[in-house]
């Protein structure tokens, strides 16, 4: 059972495109974590948002976490070919049988083009 | 700081074949696991630690067997691989109690013919 679902699964745009992501849940999530994976290197954090409606800039990345703290968003203005990767997203539980993991959605494949 | 180091990069296994794949922490982090990520499966947690000598199983535990006998050191262990093993093996760890946001290491390559 997938919990976190992303979409696009596959994104291709032209540099200075913006583009959205979207990881969606039916479940609550204590938190909402956002990794970048470039290819043949392990992911890496690029922001965690723990409060409902809560806005994070990264330069040009803009994250949203949703009131009731079911979905999230990553918005990037002005892609660039640097922004090329696989964007995953993951959320946290709070006790119970989630105690001490993540959940990560399946991922999104961003391809920026000069 | 090294971070998170995992050994070896990578390896080709024939089937039936065993093998311990190592990650070592340098970050006193609490919490570490072992996940497999495989083309549009996403990562698919292993097993994974909360603490020294505890171990726990995640979404995909058959075929796999971990140990923690060190904080700093987490072991995954294939006693007779499959092909169906194939697949990029990541190791990470945390420090968070309540977020778990996870710092990972570079990844194993694992082939099994």
């Known amino acids: 059972t997938q919990l976190l679902e992303q979409s696009p699964q596959f994104l291709s745009i032209q540099e200075g495109e913006n583009l959205t992501v979207y990881c969606n849940s039916s479940s609550v999530f204590s938190s909402l974590q956002w990794y970048r994976q470039e290819p043949g290197e392990g992911p890496v954090l690029l922001v965690t948002v723990v409060t409902g409606g809560e806005v994070k800039k990264l330069k040009r990345l803009t994250f949203q976490f949703g009131d009731a703290r079911k979905d999230s968003s990553l918005h990037i203005t002005a892609a660039q070919p640097g922004d090329t990767g696989l964007y995953l997203c993951?959320?946290?539980?709070?006790?119970?049988?989630?105690?001490?993991?993540?959940?990560f959605g399946q991922g999104t494949i961003l391809t920026v083009h000069p | 700081n090294a971070g998170v180091t995992q050994t070896p990069k990578f390896r080709v296994l024939k089937t039936g074949q065993s093998m311990t794949l190592l990650c070592a922490q340098d970050?006193?982090?609490?919490?570490m696991y072992w996940y497999r990520q495989d083309p549009g499966m996403g990562l698919r947690l292993i097993h994974y630690?909360?603490?020294?000598?505890?171990?726990a199983k995640g979404e995909v535990p058959d075929g796999y067997n971990v140990s923690r006998l060190k904080k700093q050191n987490f072991l995954l262990g294939l006693e007779s691989a499959a092909p169906s093993q194939t697949s990029v093996y990541f190791c990470?760890?945390?420090?968070?109690?309540?977020?778990?946001?996870?710092?990972f290491g570079p990844g194993t390559r694992l082939t099994v013919t």
């Open positions: 630690s909360v603490g020294e000598g505890t171990t």
């Open positions: 990470a760890s945390s420090y968070r109690k309540t977020t778990y946001e996870q710092y």
């Open positions: 970050m006193n982090h609490e919490y």
């Open positions: 993951a959320g946290s539980k709070a006790g119970g049988t989630s105690y001490g993991k993540l959940t």
